[in-house]
């Protein structure tokens, strides 16, 4: 894990279910002054060649999305005040 105080961390998978997971926090303060504003980039790779670009194709990445989509609901409910950012977008396959 990479840790930038204040501004970023990093964790990456070096044992499990993918080829690569690289996921990216980014914190700033918010625009117009009023809390932090969190960012997510995620690159992964799912092993077993085109069975798993299938599998990605499939249910990895929708499973990706509605993980990330769930924790923003809830960091909404927690932090009421600052709410209304963008939804997330989602997870990005690594390029092969």
Not at 12 to 26: A, C, F, K, N, V
Not at 39 to 51: A, M, N, Q
Not at 56 to 78: H, M, P, S, T
Request: glycine fraction near 12%.
């Amino acid at each position: 894990m990479s840790v930038t105080e204040g501004a970023c961390f990093i964790d990456e998978q070096r044992r499990g279910p993918y080829r690569l997971w690289h996921h990216e926090h980014h914190f700033r303060p918010a625009p117009g002054g009023g809390g932090v504003e969190m960012t997510d980039i995620v690159h992964y790779e799912i092993p077993f060649g085109w069975i798993g670009s299938l599998a990605n194709a499939l249910f990895v990445r929708r499973q990706l999305d509605g993980i990330f989509k769930y924790r923003y609901r809830q960091i909404e409910r927690l932090f009421p005040a600052t709410a209304g950012g963008p939804e997330p977008s989602g997870a990005i396959p690594a390029p092969r």
